[in-house]
């Protein structure tokens, strides 16, 4: 069964100060991991999108990092900020061909900037 | 949110009552998705549809119906709402088919079976 596991559940950072959140999937075959930011009573709002052969996709202060073989990825946010403070979402695509649909979404991270 | 929106936003209803949310795009999208979000669960699949009056189903289709009758309007109904189905619901949609292509969100309409 395809499965995103995301780490830690909840994380509380310092305004400023650097974080990585952890994103493991078992989806295979695989064709491309995204994440996105949920910010509370919003919908999801993507970030960066990275296909197998990349392995880093930087969107600003965000950095996402993907190894294919150990099927990991991770996201840095350098420097956060008070709105950095959302839930992030890691979402796999497995690869089908064309017409496909399912996409496999992590349970997010919920990340809290405090000041 | 790419000019996707949602009605109702927040809906409370009774158990057994139909509810159809409504979810309308200006976008163009040829693709558009329900999901359901819940705690403790990734964002689910419930129906998706991938032209006018070309929809199928997703993981957690059944209590679920959707039409699409234009290109720009997909309506999700619960035709005997339960408790199991107090959630947020999204729509999304996309360009092309959901494994290659970016997918947009709406701000979601959050149900209340009571």
């Known amino acids: 069964k395809n499965q995103v596991e995301q780490s830690p559940q909840s994380l509380i950072i310092l305004e400023g100060k650097n974080c990585t959140l952890q994103?493991?999937?078992?989806?295979?075959?695989?064709?491309?991991l995204r994440w996105y930011k949920q910010d509370t009573g919003r919908g999801p709002v993507s970030l960066t999108i990275?296909?197998?052969?990349?392995n880093t996709k930087s969107n600003g202060r965000y950095t996402a990092t993907l190894d294919a073989d150990t099927k990991q990825s991770s996201l840095h946010i350098t420097a956060s900020q008070l709105s950095d403070s959302a839930s992030y979402i890691c979402?796999?695509?497995?690869?089908?061909?064309?017409?496909?649909?399912?996409?496999?979404f992590g349970k997010g991270t919920k990340l809290s900037v405090i000041p | 949110d790419a000019g996707i929106t949602q009605s109702p936003r927040h809906k409370v209803t009774e158990t057994g009552t139909p509810v159809t949310l409504r979810c309308h795009q200006t976008?163009?999208?040829?693709?558009m998705y329900w999901y359901r979000q819940d705690p403790g669960h990734g964002l689910r699949l419930i129906h998706y549809?991938?032209?006018?009056?070309?929809?199928d189903k997703g993981e957690v289709s059944d209590g679920y119906s959707v039409s699409r009758s234009k290109t720009e309007d997909f309506l999700l109904t619960l035709e005997s709402a339960t408790s199991s189905q107090t959630s947020v619901y999204f729509c999304?949609?996309?360009?092309?088919?959901?494994?290659?292509?970016?997918?947009?969100f709406g701000p979601g309409t959050r149900l209340t079976v009571t």
């Open positions: 976008e163009n999208h040829r693709y």
């Open positions: 979402v796999v695509s497995p690869y089908s061909g064309a017409g496909s649909y399912q996409l496999t």
């Open positions: 990275m296909t197998f052969s990349e």
């Open positions: 999304a949609i996309s360009d092309s088919d959901a494994s290659s292509y970016e997918q947009y």
């Open positions: 994103c493991n999937y078992t989806v295979s075959p695989f064709s491309n």
């Open positions: 549809s991938y032209g006018v009056k070309d929809t």
